[in-house]
């Protein structure tokens, strides 16, 4: 099947210097055989693929939240988003942490939950009455 | 200031029968002392408030995933699709469950990247390459 | 309260030519005795007035939907997307055209419903399967 | 094709209880000789099969706004998030309902009306000024 | 590949009149040498037709902006919004004004970046406080 | 009026080190007498502050796509994703970049009339067509 990228992505085996030591790490840490074509897409401005790793780093792997949660929400946002590449990525990501199917499912009816009572409050022009 | 809302809702003091029992339900689930407006705005049709409560207990309340994690879910899809008044309520759930500025403010460092990299991947046509 | 408008619109006193009578058609269709500021905004270059007050009278006035139906289907929208200003300006034609309370709340439990679902599916990577 | 789907779904034949119960009235009322992905994923949680169902039932079937319309409204909001399962769906039930290929097209000339003026609108930061 | 659209369009050797005078003038303003989906889709309403085209006309040819400019911003809508269609349409308009994939992806960061901090914002309830 | 936010921001008298070093360089770059309540936010957990300022930085400074062009896909995302802060701060920053208010409203054109052709194609199914 025809990909429908739009621009050309570096290859992984162009890669040289700062982007080949990112490439290098991102399949060490992701534990992929391949890099991932988001990669693969930021290199093509060496500065981009550097400074997205960076900061994905620093806002999964430190804080207090534990990655497990971290993924589980960037899981509902993207389907709350529709993105199929990463309603993938997250739910593989989900996988590998002993995440089941019926949980999968079990955020899903969250996230349907969420989302239309997000709508309904605001198609009825609702404000905010629960604080803290 | 004058209220938004477009339609009117059940005054709390004119429920009776299993909309005064769901409305009872609420302020004893949610430990507050009135009755939220998206209740009062469902029970303009009780079937509704009857449903959607049910529906509210079965995903938040049943299943293998825990409360917190679930809330935490909500208000990234909150977040995500821009819903003042349950970005309000889902914060004010998770502080009561011991959530910290700290961690709200990891958790949306979170939906940021994730909806960011969503756009991102979609803006440039890249389709699934991370599976199970 | 000051306004959040980022820019000055036309002041209805100003108009001239073909702004004047698109605004005169515009009060006397919507039946306001102001000129609205989405209309103020588009004179700002008159020729997008024109074309957009073109385009929603072919949209809404012409074809064999109704527009009561019609307008149900853009409260639902706006709903859907969170706007605010078209939430109150769709309701107040909804009103007018006899839409009660009630129904207004029965569309909101249907976009719920719709929305929820929309992620719902998409969350869990399914693809349609129910065709003509 | 392989599919895209991130869980592994109930399969009709090992349906029992509650959950064939559903299955059998969801062929019903839809009318296919097959359960729809939708429902298959449901069930891998049967409450909340059972209880999206229940749900459906109440906001598309009682109340004073037909079918018709809240298909409408259904599809119109499933346009506006990018859902390809739901206009699929939504699109199957209008036209078995009779409405038409030119009806459909308009309709979604509303959204595009819709969607388009509620950016257009918050772009420009205006305030609601149209109320009942 | 089967195709995935709810209607049947209007065939380019079918159309006479005012959708054929807005083919042949849409098939030279883009240089291609078929009519696009969209404004077949259009033609089914031929009122539609005239008047998007008149209003696509009024946007992307008048007016102080230029052509690359109005067209990256349309990229970046369609890559927020998630819409295949126009990614891909945007994107050959814009590669045939000279921009690069280097640039397309710049671009990319840019929205990955906008709609990051958008979500963040509004995720912990920030109000404006950068104005003129 | 009572602020809407969810969390303690850092105040400026408390900022040392390294966060003081970045709302020191945010207020001289954005040429404004006070850090934005975003620097704020981010500053809770002071390596958010950092890897968002330095991205920040990356993407808007670098590359070869001006500076007014990419404010203006910001903008235009920010409209096409409601969010009030950044509409109001990405026309601030436009509007010292000499754009004008016509302008503003015709960028707000296009934005009206892509998404609104977003939903139009995705909502009848449409598949791409245009490529390079």
Redesign the interface.
């Known amino acids: 099947m025809a990909?429908?990228?739009?621009?050309?992505f570096v290859e992984e085996s162009q890669a040289t210097g700062e982007v080949k030591a990112v490439f290098d790490e991102v399949k060490a840490m992701?534990r992929?055989p391949?890099v991932?074509?988001?990669f693969r897409?930021?290199a093509?401005?060496p500065?981009?693929l550097v400074?997205?790793w960076?900061?994905?780093k620093?806002?999964?792997m430190?804080?207090?939240?534990d990655l497990r949660?971290?993924a589980?929400?960037?899981?509902?946002?993207?389907?709350?988003?529709?993105?199929?590449?990463?309603?993938?990525?997250?739910?593989?990501?989900l996988?590998r942490l002993g995440v089941?199917?019926?949980?999968?499912?079990?955020?899903?009816?969250?996230?349907?939950?969420?989302?239309?009572?997000?709508?309904?409050?605001?198609?009825?022009?609702?404000?905010?009455?629960?604080?803290?």
Chains 1, 2, 3, 4, 5, 6 share one sequence.
């Open positions: 990909t429908m990228a739009t621009i050309r992701l992929v391949f991932p074509q988001l897409a930021l093509v401005n500065a981009h400074s997205t960076d900061q994905l620093t806002v999964m430190t804080g207090t939240l949660t971290k589980i929400a960037a899981l509902a946002v993207s389907a709350a988003t529709r993105c199929p590449y990463f309603v993938s990525a997250h739910t593989a990501v996988k089941t199917d019926a949980e999968l499912e079990e955020l899903m009816t969250v996230v349907q939950l969420a989302i239309g009572l997000n709508a309904y409050v605001d198609g009825l022009g609702l404000e905010p009455d629960l604080h803290r």
